[in-house]
């Protein structure tokens, strides 16, 4: 079996499977099962999400580390703001936000965050 080894510094979060966890000291952690998790710089704060990007990385994030029984409808309510974002963008912005509807049409949750967050670093360099 394959393991996911993590290190994380002191103070940095963690959410994995819905719970969050916060480390008090550098700490290196092995995931011998599969698990959804964000650390550090992944994890957005409600009060972050301040554009429309960052708006769906934060609904994408919930439905991601969300309880199982709640995923499919918060994927569902991030795929329609998509969609509207979608139609109303153009160029490489429009592409954008295809790949993102592509990657939940494949419910590859992670890679659509990873998508999301190229989304995010568009739209600021786009209004910088």
């Known amino acids: 079996m394959t393991a996911l ?17 916060r480390f008090k000291t550098r700490t290196r952690l092995e995931l011998n099962t599969q698990a959804r998790f964000l650390f550090g710089r992944q994890i957005m704060r409600e009060d972050e999400a301040t554009t429309p990007a960052r708006r769906v990385y934060y609904a ?28 109303a ?4 912005a429009r592409a ?17 965050l990873k998508q999301a967050r190229m989304m995010v670093r568009a ?6």
Do not use: C, H
Request: no cysteine.
């Open 5 to 21: 080894v993590l290190e994380l510094k002191q103070g940095e979060s963690m959410i994995l499977n819905g719970a969050v966890i």
């Open 60 to 87: 994408l994030q919930q439905a991601y580390i969300g309880p199982e029984d709640e995923r499919p409808a918060a994927f569902a309510a991030a795929r329609q703001v998509i969609e509207i974002l979608r139609d």
């Open 89 to 92: 963008a153009q160029g490489a």
């Open 96 to 112: 954008g936000w295809e790949t993102l509807l592509a990657r939940l049409a494949d419910d590859a949750g992670f890679e659509a």
């Open 123 to 128: 739209e600021a360099f786009s209004r910088a």
